[in-house]
């Protein structure tokens, strides 16, 4: 897949020491991962893993954006979109494994050199194809331009890293309360879906698609995969599957929690829901 996109995002692309920029911000993305590694299993730790994976974005739109020659508005425009996420994410994501003092998906990986290899070379494809569509923009050889199309991604990459941050600050303080302990939120955000931040992780991904898809060409479009791939990663393989496992063994007997599984969808809220509880809401 890595070869993949590298390949198709490379067309149109502006090079760099002569080869296409788009291609190097992927090599530059595999590097700073393995490099990040070696530390990581010689002091057996994944204190830095998610800031690494936010670092490398901002690392590649700050090359992006000083190589000669490039459309700054195409780099600057998504590469501040990108950048607020990624800072965003990658700092919330620090101080919480901080907080919480280890992060349980790496008890048994850390110590199979091979195996934590593959999880940070899997963090480099995930940046990779995540940014692939913003990236390929970027760094193309033809400037963006400015259409209903851009406006309406732009909005929609608003709602979504909103809704994102607005459910982790909920979560985040419910957890934080001392009469929460050992409980599950289904408050705010957390009512009309079991797992909102990545309702708005989703979104903003296909509002990044939406502002690069104008400058796109031929082969380029295969990196519109990027939010379909977020989607589908969140929803089927590293995020919910996890997440419900263990929401399942902690209340997995609770009535509470089976009436709040079985009513609640896992991801995008049910709108006839919505409506009626704000209603409900506003009309006491």
Request: one cysteine or more; glycine letters at 8%; charged letters at 15%.
């Amino acid at each position: 897949m890595g070869v993949v996109i590298g390949v198709s995002g490379s067309q149109n692309s502006m090079e760099l020491f002569g080869i296409p920029l788009f291609a190097f911000c992927g090599f530059l993305i595999f590097t700073v991962q393995w490099l990040a590694f070696v530390p990581a299993y010689w002091f057996q730790t994944e204190g830095f893993f998610d800031l690494t994976g936010s670092v490398t974005y901002v690392t590649v739109i700050i090359v992006v954006c000083f190589t000669p020659g490039i459309h700054l508005v195409n780099a600057v425009f998504l590469g501040v979109l990108v950048a607020i996420w990624a800072f965003r994410l990658g700092t919330f994501l620090f101080l919480r494994l901080h907080r919480k003092g280890f992060d349980s998906r790496f008890i048994d990986i850390k110590p199979d050199p091979l195996r934590f290899f593959m999880v940070w070379t899997l963090q480099g494809l995930w940046v990779l194809v995540t940014f692939a569509a913003g990236l390929a923009a970027m760094t193309s050889n033809r400037a963006l331009f400015y259409t209903p199309v851009t406006v309406a991604g732009a909005v929609i990459w608003l709602g979504g890293f909103v809704v994102e941050v607005i459910a982790d600050l909920q979560k985040k303080t419910f957890r934080s309360d001392p009469k929460s302990q050992g409980l599950f939120i289904m408050s705010g955000l957390w009512l009309f879906s079991r797992h909102p931040n990545y309702v708005g992780e989703i979104t903003l991904w296909f509002g990044i698609a939406l502002i690069a898809s104008p400058v796109l060409r031929d082969w380029q479009f295969v990196t519109l995969v990027s939010p379909i791939f977020v989607w589908i990663l969140l929803r089927w393989v590293s995020g919910v599957p996890m997440l419900e496992a263990q929401a399942d063994q902690n209340w997995g007997e609770n009535p509470e929690y089976r009436q709040y599984k079985e009513s609640t969808p896992v991801l995008f809220p049910n709108p006839y829901r919505m409506v009626k509880a704000l209603f409900s809401e506003f009309s006491r």
